[in-house]
């Protein structure tokens, strides 16, 4: 039995265009251990002048980013076939000029951009113990991908994600992804052309290893107009709150299998809800309060999702395509629009200070992978390109007026929410030289991101990287005074974000 790693479709993008193989350094092999890993260099450079509480501020040709990145991993062969895998990370980060321009804003409280940014921590430490031909169980802290999608994740919400330091932008999911201590059982049942597994988590993780982390503390990547702004000061997480405790145990169960030429899942899993949502001091989620903040606490309450997914091939149009669908009982949201009855819809003029809202959801995704040989002849590329394009839906069950996309922001959600994203990756030079172009359109809220990029891979163990990171919007913000009454879409929350983005790997 092996332990398949999980590649999203930025990977299986550049192995396609490649011919098929990933380009990897060669482990250390020290007899029963082998180590690899990588060192990184990465760096972003803004290309306009960002909004802060005050309106446009000076940020154009600044770094916003110098990051150093050492991460090793190990697996470790032990007696009865058991095997001792890990992940171990360490950040280091320039106080760019950029963001000391942030911390004179208030931004990232009592701490300076460095100490927020930088991170050192062991990300997995498990062992897989075979337990006699069938079942493979993992025990330590780990990760666990579910679900057919990348960028935005349908299915995939056993872990947060931490999106503090380089947002959605970062390929790699597992980079972003919050490891846990759990339990995970893979039990092979080949007389049903299947697998299940069990997963269980405790409750032993620390303090912001559930849910999505998301840039409140007024650095880089907060939301338009909010650079500077350090909110934990008046909204604090609450991660003891009894609807939403960190401490709770959370559990999943899985079935994933092969009928005829179609690939398909189904899944449960009780986990805390991946984005949080603001408990209004004023009004507290199922009457309890947690913290002392002064005008609410952020929390995940735990939510219920039931999952499906399916996909397959298309001999007559010669692509691989897949669906999601993630059926969610009673997430929470935000509601509340200024001038709402009491006066409670906001704060300090921000919006969604109301309360929170239950609605069902059900989530649904749908993509399709295809190589497309006419780029051969029309861009001279040695492979056909690669091409994905994933559909995203999101429909609110019970819908009520005034749900808010984020608190704090004047756009409400819709009953009706979708997301169309492409990929196209291109090959030269046997696979050292992959341009490629990744895009996304709000279907709904209007706006959309694209990012331009082509790596250089130099041998087996270099790889160098340059992209642009572009985000177009229908909002027109410029600071609190008109924040209310402007249209904050989704990606109007990354206006004043462009930048250029380099990075140089060693891998070993």
């Known amino acids: 039995?092996?332990?398949?790693?999980?590649?999203?479709?930025?990977?299986?993008?550049?192995?396609?265009?490649?011919?098929?193989?990933?380009?990897?350094?060669?482990?250390?092999?020290?007899?029963?251990?082998?180590?690899?890993?990588y060192v990184r260099q990465q760096m972003s450079m803004n290309l306009e002048d960002t909004v802060g509480p005050a309106g446009r501020m000076?940020?154009?040709?600044?770094?916003?980013?110098?990051?150093?990145?050492?991460?090793?991993?190990?697996?470790?062969?032990?007696?009865?076939?058991?095997?001792?895998?890990?992940?171990?990370?360490?950040?280091?980060?320039?106080?760019?000029?950029?963001?000391?321009?942030?911390?004179?804003?208030?931004?990232?409280?009592?701490?300076?951009?460095?100490?927020?940014?930088?991170d050192s921590e062991i990300r997995e430490a498990y062992l897989e113990i075979p337990v006699g031909d069938r079942v493979l169980l993992s025990l330590g802290k780990q990760q666990v991908a579910w679900g057919e999608s990348d960028f935005f994740q349908a299915m995939d919400m056993v872990h947060?994600?931490?999106?503090?330091?380089?947002?959605?932008?970062?390929?790699?999911?597992?980079?972003?992804?919050?490891?846990?201590?759990?339990?995970?059982?893979?039990?092979d049942v080949p007389e049903a052309d299947g697998q299940l597994q069990l997963l269980y988590r405790p409750g032993w993780d620390s303090d912001g290893q559930i849910g999505n982390s998301y840039d409140i503390e007024?650095?880089?990547?907060?939301?338009?107009?909010?650079?500077?702004?350090?909110?934990?000061?008046?909204?604090?997480?609450?991660?003891?709150?009894?609807?939403?405790?960190?401490?709770?145990?959370?559990?999943?169960?899985?079935?994933?299998?092969?009928?005829?030429?179609?690939?398909?899942?189904?899944?449960?899993l009780k986990t805390h809800n991946p984005d949080p949502v603001m408990n209004v001091a004023s009004n507290p989620y199922k009457g309890v309060f947690a913290s002392n903040g002064i005008a609410g606490e952020v929390i995940f309450p735990m939510i219920d999702v039931l999952g499906f997914t399916l996909n397959g091939y298309s001999g007559s149009g010669d692509f691989v395509w897949s669906t999601e669908f993630a059926y969610i009982n009673d997430a929470p949201f935000n509601i509340g629009t200024k001038?709402?009855?009491?006066?409670?819809?906001?704060?300090?003029?921000?919006?969604?200070?109301?309360?929170?809202?239950?609605?069902?959801?059900?989530?649904?995704?749908?993509?399709?992978?295809?190589?497309?040989?006419?780029?051969?002849?029309?861009?001279?590329?040695?492979?056909?390109?690669?091409f994905s394009a994933q559909l995203f839906n999101t429909w609110l069950l019970d819908y009520e007026?005034?749900?808010?996309?984020?608190?704090?922001?004047?756009?409400?959600?819709?009953?009706?929410?979708?997301?169309?994203?492409?990929?196209?990756?291109?090959?030269?030079?046997?696979?050292?030289?992959?341009?490629?172009?990744?895009?996304?359109?709000?279907?709904?809220?209007?706006g959309g991101f694209a990012v331009p990029s082509v790596t250089y891979s130099l041998g087996d163990h270099w790889r160098f990287k340059a992209e642009a990171d572009l985000f177009f919007d229908d909002g027109s913000q410029s600071g609190f005074g008109d924040m209310a009454a402007s249209d904050s879409s989704t990606f109007g929350w990354f206006k004043g974000n462009d930048q250029l983005a380099m990075s140089v790997t060693y891998q070993f």
């Open 1 to 37: 039995m092996t332990n398949k790693k999980n590649y999203s479709s930025l990977s299986i993008a550049f192995a396609l265009a490649a011919g098929g193989v990933v380009p990897q350094a060669n482990a250390v092999d020290l007899g029963p251990v082998q180590i690899d890993g």
């Open 58 to 118: 000076d940020g154009k040709g600044k770094l916003s980013m110098n990051r150093t990145t050492l991460q090793l991993e190990w697996s470790a062969d032990l007696p009865k076939e058991i095997v001792f895998k890990g992940v171990a990370r360490k950040s280091w980060e320039q106080r760019t000029n950029f963001l000391k321009d942030l911390e004179e804003l208030g931004g990232f409280g009592q701490e300076n951009s460095r100490e927020y940014y930088e």
């Open 160 to 187: 947060g994600f931490d999106y503090t330091w380089r947002s959605f932008l970062e390929p790699a999911n597992e980079d972003l992804r919050k490891p846990l201590i759990m339990a995970n059982a893979m039990i």
């Open 218 to 268: 007024g650095g880089r990547w907060s939301s338009t107009p909010y650079k500077g702004v350090y909110f934990p000061g008046l909204t604090p997480y609450a991660y003891d709150h009894p609807e939403g405790d960190q401490d709770d145990a959370t559990y999943g169960i899985r079935w994933n299998g092969q009928w005829g030429e179609y690939g398909y899942s189904f899944a449960y």
């Open 339 to 386: 001038g709402a009855p009491g006066d409670c819809g906001h704060f300090l003029g921000l919006d969604g200070f109301c309360g929170i809202q239950e609605s069902d959801v059900l989530r649904t995704m749908f993509r399709i992978d295809k190589n497309l040989a006419f780029t051969q002849k029309l861009l001279g590329t040695e492979k056909p390109a690669f």
């Open 401 to 446: 007026d005034g749900m808010k996309l984020l608190v704090g922001q004047p756009e409400n959600r819709k009953e009706h929410s979708s997301l169309l994203t492409f990929i196209f990756a291109t090959s030269y030079m046997n696979g050292r030289l992959t341009p490629e172009l990744v895009t996304g359109f709000d279907l709904s809220y209007g």
